[in-house]
């Protein structure tokens, strides 16, 4: 596409014909700045249909952050999507970082999940790293939803959103690569110079766990979305 707004437009096209199609479509949603055209181009497009009964899944959140702090997922994701939208907040999960429940958070999320029949729809962003989700590289192609440790430069990228690279906290909790490959399709959006390594290796590169947006070439339904400078190391 020419522009994130042209990524926008298409995606949250697709997405309005799937909730059209079924009022309860579950939707993946990333963070980050990737997936903001979408979210912006879809109150337009959701006008006049009945949003009442979609659900969504947060690909991911921090850990032993408060919820209500702006940069948590969980304020990102009911102040970009929910919103906006007009979703039911009760139908929207993120992640639950909280300390006193972490060691059985990722068990918590894979039930939600399960029991909402999986995700039809997953957005995905890519990170310098190669990340998925917060899968950095190393991750299991069959993890699921669990606690991982960010690599500093996930926390350097993620720096601008806090006041300082301190602020950015060391771990989070993800859904896995594993966890991600199950859902029906999978939309991965990048923009800009600095993602074009990333993509290019995700789509053309290895299988490799040091890599792990590469886990998408396992998934029968994927659709890339980039603009000319991330598809500038495509061959
Ligand atoms: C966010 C997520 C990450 C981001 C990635 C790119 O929920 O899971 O994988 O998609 O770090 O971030 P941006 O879009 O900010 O460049």
Do not use: W
């Amino acid at each position: 596409v020419e522009t994130p707004a042209a990524a926008g437009a298409l995606i949250a096209d697709e997405i309005a014909r799937r909730i059209a199609a079924d009022p309860e479509t579950v939707l993946g949603l990333a963070t980050g700045s990737t997936p903001l055209p979408v979210y912006e181009a879809l109150p337009a497009r959701l006008a006049g249909l009945d949003v009442s009964r979609v659900r969504g899944f947060a690909l991911d959140e921090y850990v032993g952050i408060d919820p209500t702090h702006p940069e948590s997922y969980r304020a990102v994701i009911t102040r970009e999507v929910v919103e906006p939208l007009g979703l039911d907040p009760t139908r929207v999960h993120t992640p639950n970082g909280a300390l006193a429940t972490i060691e059985h958070a990722g068990e918590d999320y894979e039930r939600a999940i399960a029991e909402a029949g999986g995700i039809d729809l997953q957005i995905l962003g890519i990170g310098t790293s190669g990340h998925i989700g917060f899968n950095e590289p190393g991750s299991s192609f069959a993890s699921r939803t669990r606690v991982k440790t960010l690599v500093e430069q996930t926390r350097r990228d993620n720096a601008r959103f806090f006041d300082s690279i301190d602020d950015v906290p060391m771990h989070c909790i993800t859904q896995g690569l594993g966890t991600i490959l199950e859902a029906r399709h999978l939309v991965l959006l990048a923009f800009g110079a600095g993602k074009a390594a990333a993509v290019a290796q995700a789509v053309e590169g290895p299988l490799t766990s040091s890599l792990p947006g590469s886990a998408i070439q396992l998934h029968p339904h994927v659709t890339v979305v980039v603009d000319e400078a991330a598809a500038s190391e495509l061959t």
